[in-house]
């Protein structure tokens, strides 16, 4: 039976309407698949915190119609982790760019990764400071132009997903606007799953990235990502020479069995109580 | 010759920048400063500078990595607005303390929350305490000038104290005027070379900056800071008188402007570039046979308290215009200072307090003639309607 239509303008707070994104911008794709995913899993939509920091991206929750708070650059993550710690049966959600979430949040990102705590955090990565004009990020590729690296840069990039598994992150996974299908899928299961999760999108800003790097229009930019990505079922099968260049999507990495943070801080509350119960029943 | 150029207020300070040529800057984008750094990492880009110019990845790295090229003897130099400048506040009282001459422009922008990218003062009043100089300016030329003159101040071997240079956002530092900027050679002659007495890494002379001070030096140290800073009020009225002199400037350069005063019975004490419509009202006024005068305030700190006393003393009654507000304390911060520095003057005029602008709401002619209109009828009821109040607000 087919699944009754997604009601979007439910989810959306429609007097906010029309965003301020350019046309053709790729978080437009990534919150439709959030809307998608969160429908899927059947959530209320009062169940949830969706937080941003600072940037073009972190100005989504502005448009949810879901409890949303809109904080300082780079600290999403900090606030996130009050909210899921006051009220952790609830379903937060941190949404950031690049240069939000691993530049002046690198910090930040790290430890929530390191805590395993159940927050998803959806990084739209499109490879430049798009709202402030088009400054490197810590995603800008190697040679790549923006604003502040007029020649091509030569600093080295992060690989989110590394740097997401390596800080100890139990969802890891990578999407791109290209195949908004494949990352509704990811999110969902991202959301679902019980810890850290990360999901990287790779998005375009060819307003701010494309136009200093021969992609000024979104249909372009959009083609260079879906020309570079390879499905992880499919690069599984290639050789590391065809692999040259190419970036891998799909889920990446899952750890069921890493205790999740807030579960933890329940068990440490129900021990320690348990042991001073005990002494006071002791009479001692 | 000087040059006349069409430049927004960002743009005039790069310009500033160029000239000072400072050999290290370090930079974090952020509205509404964003603009400054972009003409001067075209400077760099062009081989205009011999800058080292490098992109952290947030203000509090922008400030740290300034503090440590400075230390380590380079002149250094950032800029920031807002947030940012929220987010150096740690490292602000440390660049202070190590005294280290550090100039940097502030575009004044409204702080978070709710999240706002326009203009007030908010953002460099709440580091007024951080032993910084504050120096405001009404326009682009100013904001340029000022700025040349910041690091002659700071750099003086009696100060070494870093200087904050502000300018209004979006009023100044995107608005387009014409713009005088020196000749090269005589703004570079007046800057000066930087020629610091001691710096990291000098092997012959080894040094500490920062170590654990307890109980046993903190204070001393303190005090020590507290002695050069007051210093820097001799030494900008000395920098302003060379710096007009040189450049032929016409702007007043001393600690405040004194539009009109001589005669005035009614004044607005005023800072930034509202500066400009308070002395338009002020004209208007005059016409109409008003005693009408202006104190525009170009330093914040040190606050020239004994000097603007004596400005007002003779007054019937003065407004004090904040675009900030000091929660909890007597209205705005600028309103505080003036109230402190009339204690014990007779006669002291009567004074009221508007806060203004803020998050970059509008202030017309209109209001500040509401303003000099509420300082004649407290005159004839001898009391105020509010001591406190607000311009423009939607009530």
């Known amino acids: 039976m087919a699944k009754a239509a997604i009601d979007y303008l439910y989810y959306l707070r429609a007097d906010k309407l029309p965003h301020m994104w350019c046309p053709g911008c790729g978080i437009g794709i990534v919150v439709k698949a959030m809307i998608g995913a969160i429908d899927d899993l059947g959530w209320d939509k009062n169940d949830i915190a969706v937080i941003s920091g600072i940037g073009c991206t972190s100005r989504a929750p502005g448009y949810l119609d879901m409890n949303t708070l809109h904080t300082t650059h780079g600290r999403a993550l900090t606030f996130a982790t009050g909210v899921k710690m006051a009220q952790s049966t609830k379903h937060v959600i941190v949404i950031s760019g690049d240069g939000d979430a691993t530049a002046i949040g690198g910090n930040h990102f790290i430890h929530a990764c390191r805590r395993n705590i159940d927050i998803t955090e959806i990084i739209v990565n499109n490879n430049i400071y798009g709202m402030t004009g088009g400054q490197f990020s810590p995603t800008t590729p190697y040679g790549a132009k923006a604003a502040t690296t007029p020649y091509g840069n030569i600093d080295p990039s992060f690989d989110l997903v590394e740097l997401a598994k390596g800080a100890g992150a139990t969802y890891v996974a990578r999407a791109s606007v290209d195949n908004g299908r494949m990352m509704q899928k990811l999110l969902r299961d991202g959301m679902e799953h019980h810890g850290f999760s990360v999901i990287e999108v790779l998005a375009n800003c060819h307003t701010q990235f494309g136009r200093r790097n021969k992609m000024s229009d979104a249909v372009t930019m959009i083609d260079w990502i879906a020309n570079r990505v390879v499905a992880k079922a499919k690069a599984d099968k290639m050789t590391l020479e065809e692999l040259e260049g190419k970036v891998i999507t799909g889920l990446m990495y899952q750890n069921k069995e890493r205790p999740e943070y807030t579960d933890e801080y329940d068990k440490l509350i129900e021990r320690v109580q348990a042991k001073t119960s005990a002494k006071a029943g002791s009479g001692k | 010759m000087p040059q006349i150029l069409a430049l927004t207020g ?9 000239q000072i040529n400072p050999d290290v800057v370090a930079a974090y984008p952020i509205t509404p400063q964003t603009s400054m750094m972009q003409k001067f990492a075209d400077f760099v880009a062009g081989g205009e500078v011999d800058s080292e110019m490098v992109l952290v990845e947030s203000e509090h790295s922008a400030m740290s990595a300034t503090l440590g090229a400075q230390a380590a003897g380079a002149r250094s130099m950032t800029a920031t607005s807002a947030c940012g400048l929220a987010l150096m506040f740690e490292i602000l009282y440390i660049a202070s303390s190590y005294r280290l001459p550090i100039v940097m422009p502030v575009v004044n922008r409204a702080l978070s929350g709710p999240i706002n990218i326009q203009g007030d003062h908010s953002d460099t009043m709440g580091v007024r305490d951080a032993g910084w100089i504050h120096i405001f300016s009404e326009n682009a030329q100013e904001a340029y000038e000022n700025t040349l003159q910041a690091i002659r101040i700071a750099e003086h071997p009696e100060v070494l104290t870093p200087v904050m240079v502000t300018l209004d956002g979006f009023i100044i530092s995107h608005g387009v005027e014409t713009v005088t900027i020196f000749d090269d050679d005589k703004a570079k002659k007046f800057v000066g070379e930087y020629k610091p007495r001691y710096t990291l890494l000098d092997t012959k002379k080894p040094l500490t900056l920062g170590a654990l001070n307890f109980s046993d030096f903190y204070f001393e140290h303190k005090a020590t800071q507290l002695e050069a800073f007051n210093k820097s009020a001799g030494v900008i009225l000395d920098v302003g008188r060379e710096f007009k002199k040189t450049f032929n400037s016409t702007e007043c350069y001393e600690f405040f402007e004194a539009y009109k005063m001589d005669d005035a019975e009614f004044a607005v004490v005023v800072l930034g570039s509202t500066a400009g419509s308070v002395r338009m009202v002020v004209d208007d006024l005059r016409s109409r046979g008003v005693a009408a005068g202006m ?8 606050f020239p308290h004994e000097e603007l006393a004596k400005a007002l003393k003779g007054l019937k009654a003065c407004a004090v215009m904040d ?15 003036v ?18 602008g803020l998050g970059g709401k509008p202030i017309e002619p209109e209001h500040i003639l509401s303003v000099f209109d509420d300082l004649k009828e407290a005159v004839v009821k001898k ?13």
């Open chain 2, 383 to 395: 009391s105020f309607k509010r001591r406190v109040g607000y311009l423009n607000l939607k009530e």
């Open chain 2, 339 to 356: 109230r402190s520095a009339l204690y014990g003057i007779h006669p002291a005029p009567m004074m009221c307090n508007y806060i203004y």
């Open chain 2, 295 to 302: 104190i525009k305030l170009r330093v914040f700190r040190p």
């Open chain 2, 10 to 18: 960002n743009e005039a300070v790069a310009y500033a920048m160029k």
């Open chain 2, 323 to 337: 675009r900030s507000i000091a929660y909890g304390g007597d209205g705005g911060p600028v309103h505080i200072e």
